[in-house]
Each structure stands twice: as structure tokens, then as C-alpha cells.
């Protein structure tokens, strides 16, 4: 479902979860964002990388139960927005758990999975995806 | 800036629309409304067309030129553009046209929307949609479009601020007035345990709790209001077409149980229409998701955070059962969603209501009505209402 230049070019954020910090306001964004869309124009060119917390909890959760192809084989499986340790919201999908027992509040912490590949002899596309901690 | 007049709508019957091509149903709404109107068409000066994704659905891009091609209006060379905001596509193309004519650019304006999806399988479609989102930081994590309503929904179950049941007579309400729309894609009234026990699509979300794929198309035509009479004894003023943003992301928001592109756009469209929320009285609002009925109701100040609910469970959204009506029409969920089709049939229905024209469906002597159409998760909302002259 993605060329090789597509998702290799996001690496720092779907690997480090490598988002930005705003210089002038110290807030905090993820994924990378130019500007920061409290400051705008003082914060052009100066935004800083900024690696979000793995840490966090569920804000809230769906279990998929109709999924496009690449994660079909996976269905049904859960999804949530997390709120990680230093504020940050990210969403993904979570893993390696009862579904019965997703909740909000859960305590979670992403980890390095397989995300999707370009067919049996294509390139394999990793991220990050989310366990229960 | 002019103020602007509905002069003639049309819509095509939203469904699985097989026997007809997308741009067969595009004409097809667009020469009732020319013919609702009164015009002949060499009138129309201007084209807009909403649609969200014909280069994918049905391969074909470029469909501003086809329209005017296929409406008979490339023959006079009339400027056509098509608008794309995701399901709020209609909305925005709407707002686009009216802006156009108020701005004394155009006269006499012809907007449409419409959208093809049933030619390819759902797994593609729901792809497609899926992309309406951030492509690149939700779906392609494996989150799909109905699994963030699904945790707007279940957030807003944790907050307190409605039930699951609450949620479900969302679609209960749609699917009463869709029975009473013979152009809705189902006519068929259910019960809030068809809706409870309807197959998982993104829990806590079920198959009745989303809209369904469809095919259709709607057009309006428009003009100054001043001119109007000159086509036509049943026009209907354009009071306010407001329009806000918010970000792409749902994930990126502070509460999600709350679309501030919604609160921005009606204090706009409000303010714009010299009136407030308790003047609506009759309202279409993009359902896409049931919970979607929810955020509608109280964000556009017809009920308070918490009691939107209630009233849906009650019925006291049908016609006759209270002050306002909430999609009349069926809504999304039963009269149909061809995603670029739905914000201008959502006038198309206001526009009916405030001539007396809506049949069994009439809201009583309504002076204002309200559309708001919504795309992605409240990334881009346009709140238009019209007043009945």
C-alpha cells in the first residue's frame, strides 16, 4: 500500500516517535510540524526534533472489526489514542493484549512492530504500535 | 456583498444506482433543478460541483470539465470547478457558489455534488473514505475511519455526556424520516435494538450505527435574491454559509468529545443571520456515524452538553414532536451518503422544508432551517441556514 520513499522518509516518527518542540512556547507536536500553530510566523525555522514519550495511557479505544487489506489478517484487533507521559496524544494500534481487557486509563508503551509491506517480495514497513505496560 | 436566493433544487434517488454512470446522475440532478427553477440554462453563468473522490471511485478526474461538458454548458464556455473537502465536499462547494454570487462575479450559479462509490468493492471504498482522515498518521497506523468515531463515541460514553442507547436512536431517528423520503437509499423505520444488536464495525460502533455506501447526486441553483422573482414565486433566501477548520488528525484535538470547527462555524452562521440556535427549527446534520448526531445537536446550541441524548432516545427530534426536526430527509444514515452529493442535498431538503414542499415530512411554518456538513472528524464544517420568504 506505500512506495518505499513514502515511508521511508517518516522513519524518525514512526521509529523514534520523533515529533517537534516549539522553541518560543515549549509545546510539543507530534508527528513533525514546520510552524507551530500557536506562534506561527515566530517559530518559522526554528522548531526543534523532539522524541515523545513511549509511556502514556489510553484516552480511548475502538475494536476494529472491518479493516482494509493490510490489516485484515489482523481483525479483529484494537485501536486507541494514547496520552503519553508528556502530554502528547498519538493514536496506533494496540497489541499483545485480551481485548476484553482495553480500557481507558490502561497504561501502555509503544513498541517497534511490523506495520504493513509492499507484497510477499516488498519492502516491509515497521512503526511503532502500543502493549500494555 | 448581495444576499443570494435558492431558486430551483434537485436531487437524484440515493442508493445502489447501478443502470446510471456518475456523470448520468450528475446531469440528471442538475436538469431538475434548472427545470425547478424555471431557467433554460443558457442563464447559468457559473459551475460548482462537490464531489470528493471520483479519481478513485469511478477513475475519472477532471470532473469540473465533464459536468460542464455533459450539462450542455462547455458549450458556452461556462467556468466549472470542483470542490473537494472530504464529506464536507457539497457543503464547501455550496458555500463556494453562494460566495460567488454574492460577490457579484457570477448571476445565475448552478451547484451540484456528486458521487459514484457503488462501482467498487467496500473494502476499496472504505479505503478510500478511510483517507478522509490523516493518511499517513491514522490510517496508515490501521486505524479506519469508522474506529475514530467509534472512540469519539466511546469517550463520550466514559465522559457522561450520552449512552450507547443514546447513540443508537441517532440512526432511529434518521431511519423514521427516511421512510418518509421516497428518494432515501432505505425507507424503513427500525428499533433501537436493530440498531444495538446490528453487526461490530469499529466497536463500540455497529453496521447500523454507519452510513451506508451510496450513489447519488443533488444541485441548487442560485441567484441575488433581488432577482429572483423574475424566475420564480418559490424561492428561499440563503441567510448564512459559514465555514471553520480544525486539525486533520483527530488525535491531535484537547476534548473529542466536541467539534469546535462546529461551534466556530454556527457562531459565525449564526451571527452572519442576525438569529441563534433556538430560531432552527428544522435541521439536517452529518450523521455519518450516529455519534456524529450527537456532537451535531449540541454543538450547533440546540441542546446542552449531555442532553442531545436524551431528546434522540424521547423522539423529540421528529417532525411534529418538538420545536427543532433533525434530518428530516433520513439523514445519512437512511437516506444515503454519496459523500460529494450530501452537503447539497442537505440544502436541497432545508430549501424544500422552507417552501412547504417536503410532503409528509414538513416542519410546520418553518422560517429558519440549518445544514451542517462535516468532513473528516470535524476537520473541515460548513453550517448553512436558510430563511423562507
Known amino acids: ?133 | 456583498m448581495r444576499d443570494v436566493a435558492i431558486i430551483g433544487v434537485g436531487v437524484t434517488r440515493f442508493g445502489e444506482i447501478w443502470n446510471k454512470s456518475f456523470r448520468a446522475i450528475g446531469i440528471e440532478a442538475g436538469l431538475k433543478a434548472i427545470a425547478d427553477a424555471g431557467l433554460a440554462g443558457d442563464e447559468i453563468d457559473g459551475l460548482f460541483i462537490g464531489n470528493m473522490s471520483a479519481g478513485r471511485f469511478v477513475n475519472q478526474q477532471h470532473i469540473d470539465a465533464l459536468i460542464a461538458d455533459y450539462s450542455g454548458m462547455a458549450s458556452n464556455h461556462v467556468p466549472a470547478v470542483r470542490v473537494e473537502a472530504g464529506d464536507a465536499s457539497g457543503g464547501v462547494a455550496f458555500r463556494q457558489a453562494v460566495m460567488a454570487v454574492a460577490s457579484g462575479m457570477h448571476d445565475t450559479v448552478l451547484v451540484g455534488g456528486a458521487e459514484k462509490m457503488t462501482d467498487l468493492d467496500d473494502a476499496s471504498v472504505n479505503s478510500i473514505v478511510d483517507a478522509t482522515a490523516d493518511a499517513e498518521w491514522e490510517a496508515a497506523m490501521g486505524l479506519t475511519f469508522p474506529s475514530l468515531h467509534a472512540m469519539i463515541a466511546r469517550r463520550i460514553i466514559h465522559d457522561g455526556i450520552a449512552t450507547r442507547e443514546e447513540i443508537a436512536s441517532v440512526s432511529v431517528n434518521s431511519h423514521a424520516h427516511g421512510a418518509l423520503n421516497p428518494d432515501a437509499q432505505f425507507r424503513k423505520a427500525i428499533t433501537l435494538d436493530t440498531v444495538l444488536k446490528s453487526g461490530p464495525v469499529a466497536e463500540p460502533l455497529g453496521m447500523f450505527d454507519c452510513a451506508p455506501i451510496s450513489d447519488g447526486a443533488a444541485a441548487v441553483v442560485l441567484c441575488p435574491l433581488e432577482k429572483a422573482k423574475e424566475f420564480t414565486d418559490s424561492y428561499v433566501k440563503v441567510a448564512a454559509v459559514a465555514q471553520a477548520s480544525d486539525t486533520l488528525a483527530l488525535f491531535q484535538r484537547e476534548d473529542i468529545t466536541t467539534y469546535g470547527a462546529t461551534v466556530a462555524a454556527a457562531n459565525r452562521a449564526y451571527e452572519a443571520a442576525g438569529i441563534t440556535a433556538a430560531d432552527i427549527q428544522v435541521a439536517e446534520v452529518h450523521d455519518n456515524y450516529t455519534v456524529g448526531g450527537i456532537l451535531a445537536v449540541q454543538d450547533l446550541g440546540f441542546a446542552k452538553r449531555g442532553e442531545a441524548g436524551k431528546t434522540f432516545l424521547e423522539g423529540g427530534y421528529q417532525v411534529g414532536a418538538g420545536k427543532l426536526a433533525v434530518n428530516t430527509s433520513g439523514g445519512l444514515k437512511a437516506r444515503g451518503h454519496p459523500i460529494g452529493a450530501t452537503g447539497v442535498a442537505q440544502i436541497v431538503e432545508i430549501a424544500q422544508q422552507m417552501r412547504g414542499a417536503a410532503d409528509k415530512r414538513q416542519v410546520a411554518n418553518p422560517r429558519y432551517g440549518l445544514a451542517q456538513s462535516v468532513g473528516g472528524t470535524g476537520s473541515a464544517v460548513t453550517v448553512s441556514i436558510l430563511e423562507a420568504i
Open chain 1, 1 to 133: 500500500m506505500a512506495s518505499i520513499a513514502k515511508e521511508w522518509r517518516e522513519i524518525p516518527g514512526r521509529y523514534n516517535l520523533e515529533g517537534s518542540k516549539c522553541p518560543v512556547c515549549g509545546k510539543v507536536y507530534f508527528p513533525k510540524r514546520g510552524i507551530c500553530p500557536e506562534c506561527r510566523r515566530e517559530s518559522l525555522g526554528k522548531m526543534e526534533d523532539y522524541s515523545v514519550s513511549r509511556e502514556g495511557e489510553v484516552y480511548s479505544f475502538s475494536i476494529v472489526h472491518e479493516a482494509p487489506a493490510f490489516t485484515s489478517k489482523l481483525k479483529p484487533y484494537a485501536v486507541v489514542m494514547v496520552r503519553t507521559t508528556d502530554g502528547i496524544m498519538i493514536s496506533g494500534q494496540l497489541v499483545d493484549v485480551n481485548l476484553e481487557d482495553v480500557r481507558i486509563g490502561m497504561p501502555v508503551r509503544a513498541v517497534l512492530r511490523r506495520i504493513s509491506d509492499d507484497g510477499p517480495s516488498g519492502v516491509i514497513h515497521y512503526g511503532y504500535k502500543f502493549v500494555p505496560n
